[in-house]
């Protein structure tokens, strides 16, 4: 855990993506404000494992001419970080599992058979380790946003 630039953790991450999105098709948009606190202390490279995952699961599960959406926001207090998609979604039963080990729905199954289950569990964990905050919203048929407040100052 060091002074480590948020931005360029997000940037990093994206930039790991931009060759599925453009393969598959996905428009993708990154909104970070000039104006926004960069630094703080956080571990950069279990955050960019953190974003790689998420913007993993959106280019996977959402269709080609599809939409991605990275945006960062701070204030005082946190860094906000979200990841939004026009993907698949997840159905309202399954939500409420979608941080425990190895879950994944059938229709994630069916659409991706080569995967853990592993990727948001961890994810939550490794925010979690930061004292923060990680929460996911999703219609199915509609898509996803994936929500992180890690803290600016601890």
């Known amino acids: 855990m060091k002074k480590?630039?948020?931005?360029?953790?997000?940037?990093?991450?994206?930039?790991?993506?931009?060759?599925?999105?453009?393969?598959?098709?996905?428009?993708?948009?990154?909104?970070?404000?000039e104006?926004?606190?960069?630094?703080?202390?956080?571990d950069n490279e279990r955050i960019k494992i953190v974003l790689r995952n998420i913007l993993d699961n959106s280019t996977t599960y959402t269709q080609s001419g599809g939409k991605i959406n990275v945006s960062l926001k701070t204030d005082n207090d946190y860094a906000?970080?979200?990841?939004?998609?026009?993907?698949?979604g997840i159905s309202k039963e399954n939500l409420p599992k979608v941080f425990t080990k190895f879950f994944r729905s059938k229709k994630a199954i069916q659409t991706e058979t080569d995967r853990s289950g592993l990727g948001?569990?961890?994810?939550?964990e490794i925010?979690?380790?930061?004292?923060?905050?990680?929460?996911?919203?999703?219609?199915?048929?509609?898509?996803t946003i994936v929500t992180i407040k890690l803290p600016i100052s601890r």
């Open 4 to 33: 480590n630039n948020i931005t360029d953790a997000i940037n990093d991450a994206v930039d790991e993506s931009k060759f599925i999105m453009k393969e598959k098709n996905l428009k993708f948009h990154v909104s970070i404000p």
């Open 35 to 42: 104006k926004s606190v960069s630094e703080f202390v956080f």
């Open 80 to 88: 906000t970080i979200k990841v939004e998609d026009t993907g698949m």
């Open 120 to 124: 948001l569990f961890i994810a939550k």
């Open 127 to 143: 925010i979690e380790a930061h004292s923060g905050k990680i929460n996911v919203e999703s219609k199915e048929g509609k898509g």
